[in-house]
């Protein structure tokens, strides 16, 4: 299900979701198609996950390198309302 055009709250802050993201992006090269490396980074920084993992998957990330595909280059995009 893709809801792109739905623009739902982010659930953690901009500079959280960046940090996750400079975090991917030294991990994410062994992707293995799941958000395990997303969903630990989250719980070791006590975000709530279900939250954020519902958030990624509405804009496309699916599994770590997907994140990384979909919403890094499409940031500013999506947050285009803050
Ligand atoms: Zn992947």
């Not at 993201?21 to 395990?36: K, Q, V």
């Not at 954020?52 to 390198?65: M, Q």
Request: charged share 25%; proline share 4%.
């Amino acid at each position: 299900m893709h809801s792109e055009h739905e623009k739902q709250p982010l659930p953690i802050s901009k500079k959280a979701l960046i940090t996750l993201f400079d975090y991917l992006d030294g991990e994410a090269n062994s992707c293995d198609c799941t958000l395990t490396k997303t969903t630990q980074f989250l719980q070791a920084k006590g975000h709530p996950v279900g939250q954020v993992v519902s958030w990624l998957e509405a804009h496309g990330g699916y599994c770590d390198c997907e994140v990384m595909l979909n919403l890094m280059c499409r940031f500013d995009d999506i947050l285009d309302r803050d």
